[in-house]
């Protein structure tokens, strides 16, 4: 299996340093199979488009700066209804992998909790990681 495209989910609550980490490690995954893949920083704010565009731009240019990695897409999503944004997404750029960081969250809050990412990962067409 090769793996070209990892579609990510930025958290916007998440401390950039983490982010950092997380996007290491993905890039690590994907070395492992070849230097030539992609991560797909998918950033949903909420309805106000010109903060979370503020918002990824400062997010951006912090990890282009820490990672020196050329193979980082930063899409907003914030003007889309997200699960059917982040499936055309993935569709888009025939994204190989989806990964979720793993919340603090139990293995039982996960799957009785009403969030977003436990939908797009039992709806999505792709495998999961989840780290």
């Not at 055309?88 to 293995?107: C, L, V």
């Amino acid at each position: 299996m090769m793996i070209t495209d990892i579609n990510y989910l930025l958290e916007r609550e998440k401390p950039i340093t983490e982010v950092i980490k997380e996007v290491q490690f993905l890039k690590k995954i994907a070395d492992n199979f070849n230097n030539k893949s992609t991560i797909n920083l998918i950033y949903y704010f909420g309805e106000d488009k010109e903060i979370a565009a503020q918002e990824l731009a400062l997010k951006k240019s912090v990890l282009l700066n820490e990672l020196k990695y050329d193979k980082l897409v930063f899409l907003n999503m914030s003007d889309h209804e997200v699960e059917t944004a982040i499936h055309q997404n993935t569709k888009k750029y025939a994204a190989d992998i989806f990964a979720f960081p793993n919340r603090d969250k139990s293995f039982l809050e996960r799957l009785t909790s009403r969030d977003n990412t436990k939908r797009l990962i039992l709806k999505s067409n792709i495998p999961v990681l989840v780290f």
